[in-house]
């Protein structure tokens, strides 16, 4: 995207936020709201903006400070809030259609939130890309009233880390994430202590140098994926062995590297329709 066509997009995204009123964004640190929240500084002021994250156990401990740096860095009012999908039997029962019920939860307390404090709006991070495919997530936006303006400006993902390039965010070049819920099959229950082995396992992981990892949770099995380039040192011996010894002791019994290497939503291959969230 050139410098002329960059500035000019950004104008229109900075616009539609602005028809909307005093935004409340829900803010996860990654690279499409962190972007959206710069926008809505940009757009209508930071005083006149409000971010929330929710605190939850498939959100891990890092994203959460992530978080809680950009929104210092935007220098913006930003709440935490904590989030009870985990007590919705509809969601911990983890259908195809799971993130629609922690959506739901979500933009409920947020839209209460914006109505106690005195907001217009609540905005999400959903991008163009998006479109393409089913996102039960999108369906609760939709039921809560909650604006996507990444999509309708037509924002793709790379467009969104250019422009965060060029803002100078930090969150340009972070690896995709999604909540920890995501790397379980689905029908397998949602639970505390597994989402808390997947978290662990990763954040290991991460921690030997591997930026972009998801651990999918197979019971006693650990399935890990990284890029296909990365295989080859995550299996050499000495850090194979390290892996395999703290995977076992978060409770796993077998550690297994998936071949194929990591590719977003491998959980929706059981499915046939309707499909899961993608992008996990």
Not at 41 to 56: E, F, I, N, Q, R
Not at 66 to 74: E, G, H, N
Not at 133 to 160: H, M, Q, W
Request: net charge neutral; with cysteine; hydrophobic share 35%.
């Amino acid at each position: 995207m050139n410098i002329a066509l960059s500035t000019a997009k950004y104008d229109s995204l900075k616009r539609r936020i602005k028809e909307l009123g005093r935004p409340l964004v829900a803010f996860s640190g990654g690279v499409d709201s962190s972007f959206l929240l710069r926008a809505a500084c940009d757009a209508v002021g930071a005083d006149s903006v409000l971010a929330v994250t929710a605190k939850s156990p498939s959100f891990p401990a890092t994203e959460l400070e992530d978080a809680v740096k950009i929104a210092r860095l935007i220098k913006v009012e930003h709440l935490l809030v904590d989030s009870a999908e985990m007590q919705d039997k509809q969601y911990t029962d983890n259908p195809p259609d799971r993130c629609f019920y922690c959506k739901s939860e979500l933009f409920d307390r947020l839209s209460i939130i914006a109505g106690e404090r005195g907001f217009d709006t609540v905005l999400d991070g959903a991008n163009f890309d998006d479109s393409a495919d089913y996102r039960p997530g999108s369906r609760a936006a939709f039921k809560f009233g909650v604006s996507s303006p990444l999509k309708e400006c037509g924002f793709t993902k790379n467009e969104i880390r250019e422009l965060s390039k060029e803002l100078s965010l930090p969150t340009w070049d972070k690896p995709a994430f999604a909540c920890l819920a995501s790397r379980l099959p689905y029908g397998s229950q949602v639970t505390e202590e597994k989402l808390f082995q997947i978290e662990n396992a990763e954040t290991f992981i991460k921690s030997l140098g591997f930026r972009q990892v998801r651990v999918r949770h197979h019971g006693d099995i650990a399935r890990i994926e990284i890029p296909p380039e990365d295989i080859s040192r995550l299996i050499e011996k000495e850090i194979s062995l390290k892996i395999n010894k703290r995977l076992t002791e978060f409770g796993f019994k077998y550690v297994a590297v998936d071949i194929a290497g990591y590719r977003q939503g491998s959980m929706n291959g059981t499915l046939t329709s309707p499909r899961g969230e993608a992008g996990s």
